[in-house]
């Protein structure tokens, strides 16, 4: 069984920032993409960022030149550098994970329970 929790969300004021993490945990043999999503009120849950295994990354254009994605291999863990907050960045942000076990010819899906991030203007 894996587990993924997000934590560092919060209340900030524009222009400011946040750090997200995500740490994987339980019985973890290979991850591949690590990635933030976010889904705000009325709104589709969409891409915000992915880092894969070796470090190549992929950012919604809504987001780039603010927000950087960064992932420890040795912790399970992905974080998300978001700067010069807007409002718009508003929503819930949910990390997802691609991991496949042992003994296992398949990757699957593993989310978080999400964690809200609220701008203020």
Known sequence: ??????????????????????????????????????????KQRELVARILSGGNTNYADSVKGRFTISRDNA???????????????TAIYYCKIDHRGYSDTYWQDYWGQGTQVTVSS
């Open 1 to 42: 069984q894996v587990h993924v929790v997000e934590s560092g969300g919060g209340l900030v004021q524009a222009g400011g920032s946040l750090r997200l993490s995500c740490a994987a945990s339980g019985s973890i043999f290979s991850i591949n993409v690590m990635g933030w999503y976010r889904q705000a009120p009325g």
């Open 75 to 89: 912790k399970n863990t992905v974080y998300l550098q978001m700067n010069s907050l807007k409002p718009e960045d």
